[in-house]
């Protein structure tokens, strides 16, 4: 079974810009979660979907968005772009919601310039 | 929210010996513990996992332990291997609710 896979693996975005990340969780896993990891903040929670629908969300701002398709596959969106947000982005899926074994991604490295 | 402590932040050891990681988290609700390794340039993996329910749980040389009642719950990697160095993150969750992640262990086994 293929596992979760992001894309892009590598973005080079410039202050102000906005960008989306992509998303294809495990077969059959219905969510999606979303994190933030830089070396001084870990591993932070942005939102998780299930089944099209935000389940959770963690402390960050509006210009943090995600989605979710019918397919499971899911984005996540940020807008005006800060240098603060340069991180590696990782997204994790789950057979099912809030509990349940969650597999990670690479991640996409975003860096902001 | 819940609250996730990961001690220590680096550890070093010898090759065989062995390596133990504790966390502490503060929900009481929390009822699954997984425990991740990443390497550099890869996303987190899976390792072990343990249930509110359970005490201990093996697989192979890795090993968690929970104590509900102090709340903390540890990783236990015994006849430690180079390809046991990478970074380990312990987790808490509640059911309906999001992952709360520790810090991190940077693990180095010593040839």
């Known amino acids: 079974k293929a596992g979760v896979t992001q894309t892009p693996r590598y973005l080079i975005k410039t202050r102000g810009q906005q960008v989306t990340l992509s998303c294809s969780p495990i077969?059959?896993?219905?969510?999606v979660s979303w994190y933030q990891q830089t070396p001084g903040q870990g591993l932070q929670f942005l939102f998780e979907?299930?089944?099209?629908?935000?389940?959770n969300k963690g402390n960050f701002p509006g210009r943090f968005s995600g989605r979710q398709f019918s397919n499971s596959r899911s984005e996540m969106n940020v807008s005006t772009l800060e240098l603060g947000d340069s991180a590696l982005y990782l997204c994790?899926?789950?057979?099912?919601?809030?509990?349940?074994?969650?597999?990670f991604g690479p991640g996409t490295r975003l860096t902001v310039t | 929210g819940e609250n996730v402590e990961q001690h220590p932040s680096t550890l070093s050891v010898q090759e065989g010996d062995s390596a133990v990681i504790k966390c502490t988290y503060s929900?009481?609700?929390?009822?699954?513990f997984p425990w991740y390794k990443q390497e550099l340039g890869k996303g987190p993996q899976l390792i072990i996992d343990?249930?509110?329910?359970?005490g201990e749980k093996k697989d192979q040389r890795i090993a968690v332990t929970l104590n509900k009642t102090a709340k903390h719950f540890s990783l236990h990697i015994t006849e430690t291997q180079p390809e046991d160095s990478a970074v380990y993150f312990c987790?808490?969750?509640?059911?309906?609710?999001?992952?709360?992640f520790g810090t991190g262990t940077s693990l180095t086994v010593i040839p």
């Open positions: 987790a808490a969750s509640e059911p309906g609710n999001q992952f709360y």
């Open positions: 979907y299930f089944s099209e629908t935000q389940r």
């Open positions: 929900d009481s609700a929390s009822n699954y």
């Open positions: 343990i249930r509110s329910n359970v």
């Open positions: 077969s059959g896993h219905r969510s």
């Open positions: 994790a899926s789950s057979y099912d919601t809030g509990g349940g074994e969650q597999y």
